[in-house]
């Protein structure tokens, strides 16, 4: 095996390490001393820091063991992969063929799952589908050629344990590099809490607006008043309130419980990557969290959009971008200042943020942004381009509804107490960066942007449409695909070798992020043009997105809504490729 | 058995209502994309997507202090179990006063949701201490309203004919994330009078309350507030018999708590 050590940044001197020490209880992560499990630790994993240390080469050990670590100021245990969290980065080189030997010293099965990976489907540890998972106390081995490059992620496929720790980064490193940097940081973006996560999923099954402190108040309803009129301000809530919508339900778990971290380190702990002025810095950003969005910007920088789900794009150049659960972002940045720039990630529903910095030299720091105004789901939100309209111009019949998408519901999402609403007329504009971005001033990435370099990866036209309307009732918690949560549902059967489009219409007021295990997922623009490559979908609320697919690796494979707790709800669903 | 017999076809009667009310239009799509694939799934795909989950409440246990200047304390508390869909609600509704239990309502209810935001709610209900004790089959419904206003209706059969209606509506006011004020409208009616328990027929009683509660925690808000209780026609009636009040102004101080 060979060994890459961890880039000279990645090791401050000795007086930050001190500081850092000193702060842990501020945030950082401490992890207990000798628990991380050596023999397994593919030998000179560096003890001193919590950054994810990495491993390169084709063969690799990796244990997932409780370790203890200390997050948040209170002492508690995360599943960690090699005693590292997240578990150390792995490096890859494409068309090699790498061997992994996972070891469970958990007391429940586990298992790990390579995000994005092309691989047979026996490879790729979703229990139940792939195989049976990992038992406590045994080793499994995946074997597998590598046939992609670029920046994927790993994760336990198992219970809630993505909640608790077992995640860590890929980075393939192609053939040949189309974006040249000097400098190379993975920015694995993630979600902690204390709690146990199946406590947190039995909380959002009693009161679902538990972890929401963003509720509207009455205080709210009195300033609206004043500046509308009471009947303004309660027109203004009128629909919402009929529906008994929530306009700020914008996640589920929140940072009312959540600590975001950044490459393992909270705020305080300020995850520092190196350069100096001039270089080119490439940031692998990874949402590696379980149920978080992040809005990631570095203010005083261009980022540059080099990659999406490890696809190359043809660069963008933005301010900042939306990263949803399960998406990766390569960003190639150029400071040219001799100063610190803040990397700032603040979540979604803006109850708190994940925080770095590049720095040309250890232990210093650039000024960290307020979080923007807590944002507020819209009418187009709620009713697609029905409420588009509403927005933009007033309603009249000579309006022209030729040219819109008419969703087709299943049976199953009438009658059904597990859909609280569906949206008849989606939306289906990729250029809208999401709520809470519209309008902020900022050139924001949004999916219409993305052009993959690497073109379809099939010639053929979709020869059928399978259209899945993302559901659920944010009141009782519950969620699925065309009202049929897992358990209620048929698996989805694509023929070996079939190219079909996949339809997404999103009848909830949520994001969610879609992702489809063993093949790629081509997103498409309105008109049914394939423009990026990606392995996660995101449909924003009342949303149309299509994607098309060839179904060339045969086997059973997982399909999901990547937010932990809405999969473990129910939004899941089987594809039987045969 | 006749009143187990009605209840079931009611019960029959609000589930069909409620699927009537949105039921899929002629054109509406096959959810099933199988192709004919069997339908079983895997072992050792533990998805809890019809777990079971519990949850006990403590609604409202508080003492109260009236303007005769009588003090009191009151209860009211549930629990259930289930999955998303069909639960088992136990509820228990009780009037304390000098150390006594005046009164004392429990029921135990199958719950089962009939729309994104309603519940059918059946079973029975046992009226103890305070009188001779009453059994009733019950059959309501349990729900958000629109504009936010939790609301329990439930309709009760009893023995020798005996009928009975209750209605329960509160809404949460916030003032801060955790500041919140909760008005709450409760009224009993009863079909025919039972003066052994100091009821009579047509609307018996309400209560009018607004408590301002402070969440220290998410689950665990202490309470401070008023509540008017009103008695009328032959309740009242029979009351004043008694030499009971028929309405009192209170102060309350209580804890709502849930875990």
């Known amino acids: 095996m060979t060994i890459r050590r961890p880039p000279r940044a990645l090791h401050p001197a000795n007086p930050a390490r001190r500081h850092f020490v000193q702060q842990l209880a501020l945030g950082g992560a401490a992890f207990a001393l000798g628990s991380a499990p050596r023999r397994a630790c593919a030998g000179a994993l560096e003890q001193q820091a919590p950054q994810p240390g990495t491993l390169a080469g084709t063969d690799f050990d990796l244990v997932i063991a409780p370790t203890a670590v200390n997050l948040t100021g209170h002492a508690s245990i995360a599943h960690t992969v090699n005693g590292q969290l997240p578990g150390p980065t792995l490096r890859w080189r494409e068309g090699s063929t790498v061997t992994l030997r996972v070891t469970n010293r958990l007391a429940v099965p586990t298992s790990i799952h390579w995000h994005g990976i092309r691989l047979p489907a026996d490879m790729d540890g979703v229990p139940g589908f792939s195989f049976e998972g990992i038992a406590p106390g045994e080793t499994f081995t995946y074997r597998f050629p590598v046939k992609q490059s670029g920046t994927y992620w790993y994760h336990s496929h198992s ?26 940081y993975v920015v694995m973006l993630s979600d902690w809490t204390d709690l146990d996560p199946e406590r947190v999923f039995a909380i959002l099954k009693q009161h679902s607006a538990y972890f929401n402190m963003n509720q509207p108040t009455v205080g709210e309803f009195l300033r609206d008043s004043s500046a509308l009129g009471v009947r303004g301000a309660l027109q203004a809530r009128a629909m919402w309130n009929r529906m008994r919508m929530n306009p700020r339900d914008l996640v589920d778990v929140t940072g009312f419980t959540y600590t ?44 540059s959009v080099i990659a999406a789900d490890g696809q190359d794009l043809h660069p963008v150049e933005v301010d900042e971008f939306r990263i949803a659960a399960a998406e990766t972002y390569d960003v190639l940045v150029q400071p040219h200042e001799d100063r610190a720039y803040t990397i700032f990630a603040q979540s979604m529903d803006r109850s708190g943020h994940a925080r770095g910095t590049l720095a040309p030299r250890p232990g210093m720091t650039a000024a960290v942004p307020a979080v923007d105004a807590v944002p507020t789901l819209s009418m187009l939100d709620m009713m697609g381009a029905m409420g588009g309209m509403a927005h933009d111009q007033p309603m009249d019949g000579a ?58 990866a099939d010639a053929r036209a ?43 219409v999103n009848d909830t007021m949520m994001n969610h992020p879609i992702h489809l295990h063993g093949v790629f997922s081509e997103l498409e623009d309105e008109h049914g043009v394939v423009i990026a490559r990606k392995h996660t979908i ?17 086997g059973r494979w997982a399909y999901h809504c990547h937010l932990l707790y809405h999969m473990q709800a129910g939004m899941f669903r089987e594809v039987v490729v045969a | 058995m006749r009143a187990l017999a009605a209840l079931a076809a009611l019960i029959g009667i609000g589930c069909q ?24 799934h895997p072992r050792g795909m533990d998805m ?35 999955t998303d869909f069909d639960k088992l609600w136990l509820k228990a509704e009780g009037d304390f006063a000098a150390r006594h239990v005046d009164d004392l309502r429990s029921e135990a209810l199958w719950d089962h949701a009939i729309s994104p935001w309603w519940s059918l709610q059946a079973g029975v209900r046992e009226d103890s201490a305070g009188g001779p004790s009453r059994t009733w089959a019950a059959l309501g419904v349990r729900g958000l309203a629109p504009y936010w206003l939790a609301t329990e209706l439930t309709g009760y059969i009893g023995e020798s004919g005996r009928s009975s209606a209750r209605l329960q509506v509160e809404y949460d006011a916030r003032f801060t994330q955790r500041l919140v004020l909760q008005p709450r409208l409760e009224a009993t009616l009863y079909g025919k009078p039972d003066p052994q328990r100091e009821i009579g027929a047509g609307l018996s009683s309400t209560e009018l309350g ?35 009040s028929t309405s009192e102004m209170q102060i309350v101080l209580g804890l709502h708590a849930w875990l």
């Open chain 2, 210 to 244: 607004l408590r301002l509660r402070y969440e220290l925690k998410r689950k665990f808000a202490p309470y401070l507030g008023l509540a008017w209780r009103q008695r009328y026609g032959g309740t009242a009636d029979l009351n004043r018999t008694a030499g009971n």
């Open chain 1, 538 to 554: 995101n449909v924003q609320p009342a949303q149309r997105v299509s994607y098309a697919l060839t179904a060339d690796s045969p």
């Open chain 2, 17 to 40: 209502c409620a699927q009537a009310a949105d039921s899929a239009p002629p054109g509406a799509r096959s959810p099933d994309y199988s192709g004919g694939l069997p339908g079983e």
């Open chain 1, 159 to 184: 219970g809630f344990q993505e909640q608790n720790g077992p995640y860590g980064s890929l980075v393939i490193e192609p053939a040949v590099e189309r974006n040249v940097a000097e400098r190379d």
């Open chain 2, 48 to 82: 809890p997507d019809d777990a079971a989950f519990a949850m006990l409440l403590v609604d409202q246990l508080e003492a109260a202090h009236d303007n005769h200047g009588d003090n009191s304390q009151f209860l009211d508390a549930g629990f259930w179990y289930g």
């Open chain 1, 462 to 504: 979709p020869g059928r449409d399978i259209e899945l309307h993302l559901t659920g009732n944010m009141e009782r918690f519950t969620w699925s695909f065309d009202g049929q949560k897992y358990s209620q549902a048929r698996p989805i059967r694509f023929g070996l070798d079939e190219r079909l489009r996949i339809v997404l």
């Open chain 1, 260 to 303: 975001y971290l950044m490459n393992g380190l909270a705020p305080a702990g300020n995850w520092t990557g190196l350069f100096k002025p001039h270089e080119r810095v490439r940031l692998r950003f990874i949402n590696g969290s379980a149920n978080s969005y992040f809005d990631v910007r570095i203010p005083g920088l261009k980022l």
């Open chain 1, 399 to 456: 309006m022209d509804m030729g040219g819109m998408f008419h969703a087709h519901h299943a049976t199953t999402e009438y009658g059904n107490p597990g859909v609280d609403m569906r949206v008849d007329m989606p939306r289906t504009n990729l250029d809208d960066p999401g709520v809470g971005l519209r309008g902020n001033g900022r050139r924001v990435l949004s999916y219409a942007d993305l052009r993959s370099v690497d073109g379809p």
